[in-house]
């Protein structure tokens, strides 16, 4: 990598933990509606996988996804203007939090029902089979996704048309409240590919970005390759709860406090610097341009309109040819 790539991821975690941070802060003050929930300390999960597809990938994720659109090139602007419910979010205000998408982007959203997007990766992984586009579906779930039936079925066709797909699960130990060893009968999550018959590993440093993206590339090269399906799990941690309500009573703070001494963006920059690959003040310059890009970005979606009534009905069906 050139330090020109290395310096962009660096900006795209630190856009992702700050437009985050103003998310939250916003949600306090009302201006937010319906549910909100945090990637903040899963910053590299994303950015490494996004960071190793190629453009015809396709990129689907759950309801934790602005991380992710931000990574697959949404603007903060516009990110924040759909949390806002404004015309000028990249959903146009309809979708919120739980339902950001860009066709334009090869990124197909942002789910709110936990594992249904699963069969969904499988249905586009089979239609660019079918196509013969050289595409990988990528798709990103939670650990809590593994133990419905969405999981099972998406899982199983994908081995039986030995279709394109990376499964992503990103472990960060907890579905909501709980934690994966009071509701899976597998506390290894990549273990459940064994039934499927489809290779699958565990990548046990998800809070490395360079470790995500060389994992993730070497996953998609299996892929690409011809060989079918493949399964990575990536343990990871979410520093703040489940979502905005969330008074987490489920784990101790000393357990967060640990974790928050691997904040992912603390490992990068340290990596950086280490390595001599950027300077202090490389990083501080980046720091402070996205602090800038943050600012203008909530001024953006504050000032934006909301979206007109009689546009109400508009998007609920595709246009026909």
């Not at 950015?47 to 949404?74: K, L, Q, W």
Request: charged share 25%.
């Amino acid at each position: 990598m050139k330090k020109k790539d290395h310096l962009e991821l660096y900006r795209q975690m630190v856009l992702i933990r700050r437009v985050e941070e103003r998310a939250a802060e916003l949600y306090q003050e009302g201006k937010i509606g319906g549910f909100l929930h945090l990637y903040i300390g899963q910053e590299a999960v994303s950015t490494g996988i996004v960071s190793a597809r190629i453009p015809e990938d396709r990129v689907i994720t759950a309801y934790r996804d602005h991380g992710v659109a931000i990574n697959c090139g949404i603007s903060a602007k516009q990110v924040l203007a759909e949390l806002l419910g404004k015309e000028t979010g990249i959903s146009k205000g309809r979708g919120g939090s739980m339902h950001m998408a860009s066709v334009e982007n090869n990124y197909w959203g942002g789910h709110a029902i936990v594992g249904a997007h699963l069969p969904i990766a499988s249905g586009m992984a089979l239609g660019d089979q079918y196509l013969g586009n050289k595409g990988v579906t990528i798709c990103m779930f939670g650990d809590g996704a593994t133990n419905i039936g969405f999981f099972h079925e998406g899982v199983n066709l994908s081995k039986v048309w030995n279709l394109p797909v990376l499964w992503i699960c990103e472990n960060n130990q907890y579905g909501m409240g709980t934690a994966v060893d009071r509701a899976s009968a597998v506390e290894e999550i990549h273990m459940k590919a064994e039934g499927y018959g489809i290779p699958h590993s565990r990548l046990d440093d998800g809070m490395d970005v360079m470790k995500v993206r060389a994992k993730v590339a070497e996953a998609l090269d299996f892929i690409r390759a011809g060989n079918g399906p493949y399964f990575l799990e990536i343990m990871t941690y979410r520093f703040e709860g489940h979502s905005m309500g969330d008074p987490q009573r489920y784990r101790d703070k000393e357990e967060v406090t640990q974790w928050e001494k691997t904040d992912p963006i603390g490992i990068y920059h340290r990596y950086l610097v280490d390595e001599k690959i950027a300077s202090k003040a490389d990083l501080d310059k980046i720091e402070a341009a996205v602090e800038t890009e943050t600012q203008e970005a909530v001024e953006f979606a504050e000032s934006s309109p909301d979206p007109a009534m009689d546009t109400l009905f508009d998007f609920v069906y595709a246009e026909g040819n």
